[in-house]
Structure formats: C-alpha cells, structure tokens
C-alpha cells in the first residue's frame, strides 16, 4: 500500500496562499503521475493538477490561474500552492497517485489514479 | 452542463444488484473513454475499483471483488458500475472519472444506500 501523506497549513485567512506538501512514497517516483484532488465538507470531489518527476503539470481549468504544482524528485514530495484562498477552498485535500502506459503507436495514455493519501483537512477563515 | 453526471441516490437490497450511472455530455462520446470507478467511505479516501473502456480492454483494481464490474450503454452515452449481489459493506459513495482535454474530471458521485 502507497503512503501519501499531505502536510501543511490547516487553517487560513481568505486571501492567503495555501501550501501543502505531500511524501511517504517510498518507491519509485518516476514512473507515475501526482495529482492534487480535494473534496468539500459534504460534497463531491474536484481534481486540482498532476505533475510527473520531470516537472511537467496539468491543471484543471477552473483553477489554473491560482494553482501552482512542482516536485522535488530527489525527495520524493511534490507540493501545492493555491493563491487567494476563499472559504470555498475549505476542504479535505488528498495527494494521490496516477498511472500512465504507452500504447501501441507510442501514445502516452493515462490511466488511473490508483492509490490516495489519507487526506488533510484545510479551512479558510477569518 | 457537467462533463460528468451521476445520480445523486441510490437505493438497493442486499442481495440484489445495482446499477450506477456515469452519464457523459452530449457532445462527448462515451465510445473512446476509459471510465474510472472509485468507492468512498465516511471518513476515508476514495478507493479505486475498476476501469471499464471496453469488453476487452478493462481492469479490476488489486483486491476489488468480481461481483463489482464495468460497462458502457452507448444509446445512453454513459459508463455504467455493476454491483452485484449486494452487501451491507458497499453502502457507500461512488465516483466515475474520465481523462477529458488533459484534465480529469470527476462525476458528482452516487450515494448507494444498501436496506
């Protein structure tokens, strides 16, 4: 079983940047994506970004312009930062870990997102 | 419009089985997708149960029962979770995803009660 575990900041102001930093994978890092997902209290879940060990993200589109993903490979942790937080951002925020293989004609598809950390639980308040 | 849209509820017997529904958007065929089927408890994170692209190009993630599988109803355009033979244990919360212009995204989840 994959450890992931997020750390950072449990409580914000609105307006602050929310930083988190998830580790614990004790394998190799580079043959998988790592994605950032969150879930309200109460509701469903939201997909942030990925990044693989090389640096390379991708963001979900209602949050680009506030997300910020990177890696740091020889550590095996990859971090997020979410700018102007709102009490909208209060939620339990997972790091997980995502699969990917080549096809046939040398394609890079994704697969799925197998393993999740336990969670951690931001709230944005004044 | 939802990329990605699921029943709220859910309501089954135990013994009996259940189909839940990913319904995709109109303008997007379900036909090429890879549909991803995770299960959540209270209090824990989602895990991942299987992923459904055709009859002959599916997985059953590690340890995840037989009676748990994927289809795909095209005249629906929707992907499609199968629990058979229900049990009180798979009272739960349950999420499709797709890969979708470079960015997953989630369905808004089924809560399946099982009585």
């Known amino acids: 079983q994959v450890q992931l575990q997020p750390w950072g900041a449990g409580l914000l102001k609105p307006s602050e940047t929310l930083s988190l930093t998830c580790a614990g994978y004790a394998g190799s890092f580079s043959g998988y994506y790592w994605s950032w997902i969150r879930q309200p209290p109460g509701k469903g879940l939201e997909w942030i970004g990925e990044?693989?060990?090389?640096?390379?993200?991708n963001y979900s589109p209602s949050l680009k312009s506030r997300v910020t993903i990177s890696v740091d490979t020889p550590k095996n942790q990859f971090s997020l930062k979410l700018t102007s937080v709102t009490a909208a951002d209060t939620a339990v925020y997972y790091c997980?870990?995502?699969?990917?293989?080549?096809?046939?004609?040398?394609?890079?598809?994704?697969?799925?997102?197998?393993?999740w950390g336990q969670g951690t639980l931001v709230a944005v308040s004044s | 419009q939802a990329v990605l849209t699921q029943p709220s509820s859910l309501s089954a017997s135990p013994g009996a089985s259940a189909s839940l529904t990913c319904t995709l958007r109109?303008?997007?065929?379900?036909?090429?997708?890879?549909i991803y089927w995770y299960q959540q408890k209270p209090g824990s994170p989602p895990h991942y149960l299987l992923k459904?692209?055709?009859?002959?190009?599916?997985?059953?993630g590690s340890g995840v029962p037989s009676r748990f599988s994927g289809s795909k109803d095209a005249s629906a355009n929707a992907g499609i979770l199968l629990i058979s033979g229900l049990q009180s244990e798979d009272e739960a919360d349950y999420y499709c995803?797709?890969?979708?212009?470079?960015?997953?995204?989630f369905g808004g989840g089924t809560k399946l009660t099982v009585l």
């Open positions: 995803l797709i890969w979708h212009n470079n960015a997953w995204v």
């Open positions: 459904y692209k055709s009859h002959s190009d599916s997985q059953q």
């Open positions: 109109s303008d997007i065929n379900v036909g090429p997708y890879s």
């Open positions: 997980a870990r995502g699969t990917y293989y080549y096809d046939s004609s040398g394609f890079l598809r994704r697969d799925p997102i197998d393993q």
């Open positions: 990044i693989n060990h090389s640096g390379s993200t």
